[in-house]
Nanobody
Framework: QVQLVESGGGLVQPGGSQRLSCAAS????????VGWFRQAPGKERELVAT???????NNADSVKGRFTIYRDNAKNTVYLQMDSLQPEDTAVYYC??????????????WGQGTQVTCSS
């Protein structure tokens, strides 16, 4: 069974920092590309950042220079370091991968999401 478990959300003041974690299990993690998405109330889910198995990253224009995605393959975990947070970053953040489970099933896997609220 594939599980992606996000953690690290919470309340942060504008200009503050927060680090999200996405711990994966049941998946061939080293070969996967993983993405962080977010969904604000009343808005569509949007891609925030991705990281390939080789460590190449891509960020949305709205977070460039503020958010950093990185991975620790030894811990099967992808992180999203968020700096200079603004109220418009408030959303539920999800991690996602489309990849092979250890069971041999290829799938589109999502975590349950973690709430990030940026407010004074």
């Amino acid at each position: 069974q594939v599980q992606l478990v996000e953690s690290g959300g919470g309340l942060v003041q504008p200009g503050g920092s927060q680090r999200l974690s996405c711990a994966a299990s049941g998946i061939i993690f080293r070969g996967s590309t993983v993405g962080w998405f977010r969904q604000a109330p009343g808005k569509e889910r949007e891609l925030v950042a991705t990281i390939t198995s080789g460590g190449s990253t891509n960020n949305a224009d709205s977070v460039k220079g503020r958010f950093t995605i990185y991975r620790d393959n030894a811990k099967n975990t992808v992180y999203l370091q968020m700096d200079s947070l603004q109220p418009e970053d408030t959303a539920v953040y999800y991690c996602n991968t489309k990849w092979w489970a250890i069971s041999g099933k290829y799938g589109d896997y999502w975590g349950q999401g973690t709430q990030v609220t940026c407010s004074s």
